[in-house]
């Protein structure tokens, strides 16, 4: 199985990750779709929601991640197997599943499957797939960042030229 994140989406994630820490010396949380293209999945969307941060912990508002779900699952209904991830920060602290994180991620078991993802500010991670039907089943894998180029491509062959290069070879 492979998971792919666009850089601008790791970089928002991390971005919210620096901010909590620069404005509360706390962690903060969010949420994600990832569906799956072919035969891997992406991760696109990253987000935050209302909730209770600090230093160790960050509660999500029950009621914003209820209205959350229903709202990305009507906007993405045309994704296949379409699924969520639970993100949220470690900050200084290591990329590592604590107590109260795997707490979180055993709450997620009432679908197929369930992504969680824990951050820090040196661009560590841990990536989590949980599997819970047919068996239940945990495993940490790496996420490919994907530099998306083709937003560029158009404007760089509008806006550049090349000199064409004659080379003239004589003969006696």
């Known amino acids: 199985m492979e998971v792919f994140i666009e850089s601008k989406c790791w970089d928002k994630i991390i971005s919210y990750a620096r901010s909590a820490y ?15 293209k072919e035969d891997s999945f992406l991760i696109e969307d990253p987000v935050i929601l209302k909730q209770e941060v600090s230093a160790g912990n960050c509660i999500l508002d029950k009621e914003a991640l209820a209205e959350y ?20 920060s470690h900050h200084t602290m290591g990329a590592f599943w ?3 994180d795997l707490n979180a991620i055993e709450e997620m078991s009432g679908g197929k499957y369930s992504f969680s993802l ?11 797939v949980s599997i819970w039907d047919p068996i239940e089943m945990h ?17 760089v062959k509008v806006l550049c030229t090349k000199p064409e290069t004659v080379v003239r070879t004589y003969y006696n």
Do not use: C, P
């Open 22 to 36: 620069d404005q509360f010396k706390a962690e903060i949380g969010g949420m994600a779709i990832v569906y799956r």
């Open 69 to 88: 779900y229903v709202k990305k699952a009507m906007e993405h209904q045309d994704k296949e197997e379409l699924s969520f991830l639970w993100w949220h």
């Open 98 to 100: 604590s107590q109260t």
């Open 118 to 128: 824990v951050v820090n500010l040196k661009n560590e991670y841990k990536f989590r």
């Open 139 to 155: 495993k940490d894998i790496e996420i490919t960042k994907v530099y998306n180029m083709q937003d560029v491509d158009k404007e």
